[in-house]
């Protein structure tokens, strides 16, 4: 069998372009297609990003890929009380996601991977029961094949060639947030991350405020895809509007009611638990594709970048022994679930608890803990700040018990 | 079925992410509603961050949809 490439890859986001830098720069023959005009565009993220995966791989950002940086955090209590967090988990950038993309793919081709943009993946291929490649179609034009002895999906929330790999790609509401997001100017930020929790705020959610250069911010909220109503206008925590929730928000925040706003989105993102499996005979899905993405703040760019150069490790592998079969490609899965799954799995079963508390308990808890403890939390080491607040407020064990087993 | 406001979806796909028989894909640069798989979840509508989804129950067929309107309104 003749083979056009070694791998395709579905996406040009961080997940794919990273996965791709690495494969290309293993000698690989790598296609990686996109469906958009513009590697980058259109933007849908709050941009904020931590320096612990860039630096792992040896990256260095451009100042164009950069907004601003970021110092630190300020998390706010439904009652207002707020917490400053300043540590190296909060410590990184808000990017111009745009550029970092693009600026992510470029690396991916100067390690010799092969780019198409505006360009869809249609169909899988598939030859005596096992993925084969692509059917892509450029600017609509008619479909191709393109053959490959291993297809990996990075295509993000979208997923539909991963669907038809036969992979549950499919989110519950409960597992996901719908999101909605200015750009706004001026607002004269620290350099911080401002996180605003609350059940009227934003029902499982948050408010947030990134800043960005000449005195710009991303203004975004994130609900429950449970607490989401259609009907327009709705406030309440049992079904609400995303957007007429932030615009609550904006109206009642003294230094962002009189800002412009330069640009406006939403989308919906995962924050649920991965997928079951990642890889099968000649398919492997990395990424938000494969749900792999923070299910406390609904980041994916440093969850797919981590992801990308696992699953890379085990397709260089594969590659030397001619061996993309399921067993071949496992390794990526089984590492995966002991490290990064691992850590998901703590932040999903924080997510989790945290949904239950009501405003009060929030204000309790954000009174009661300093932010060494919301880092332990963060790293999943939940005793001592669960201790903490228990002793305060013992009604809670009920609900923060499970971070303890 | 559902309708979509085309001129305002902001092409997000998280219809698509939510529908659990895939009677919502993107298609080019648009979404496309496929009415015979559409099982009338409303999910797609709940979840669209940009309201341009509205949910139809029991209506299998655009034409019936247009009847409807014009005969209710």
Known sequence: MKYDHDVIVIGGGPAGSTFARYCAGAGMDVLVVDKRREIGVPVRCGEGLGTREVLAQNLELPKRCISTHVVGARVVAPNGKEIIWKDQETTGWVLERKMFDKWLCELAVDKGAKVHTYTRATELIIENGKPAGVKISHGGQDPYDVRAPLVVSAEGMESMIARAAGFRTVHSLYDVDTCYQYEMKPYDHENLLELYFGNSIAPRGYVWIFPKSDRKANVGIGIGGNHVNAKKGATGVDGADPKVLLDRFIASHPKLKDASTLLEFGGVISVGAPMDEFVKDNFMVIGTAAKQVDPVHGGGMAVAMETAALAAATVIDAHKRKDFSKAALSPYETKWKATLGKKMAKRLMLRKAIEKLNDDDLDYIFNTITYKELNETMDGKFAGPVAKVVAGRPQLLKVLSVLLS | ?73
């Open chain 2, 1 to 73: 079925m559902i309708t979509i406001e085309h001129a305002g979806c902001i092409f997000c796909v998280g219809c698509s992410s939510v529908c659990p028989v895939n009677a919502i894909e993107a298609v080019g640069t648009r979404m496309k509603h496929y009415p015979e798989r559409c099982i009338d979840c409303g999910l797609c509508a709940k979840v669209c961050p940009a309201n341009v989804i509205t949910l139809h129950k029991g209506v299998k067929d655009p034409g019936q949809l247009k009847a409807s309107k014009g005969a209710g309104k």
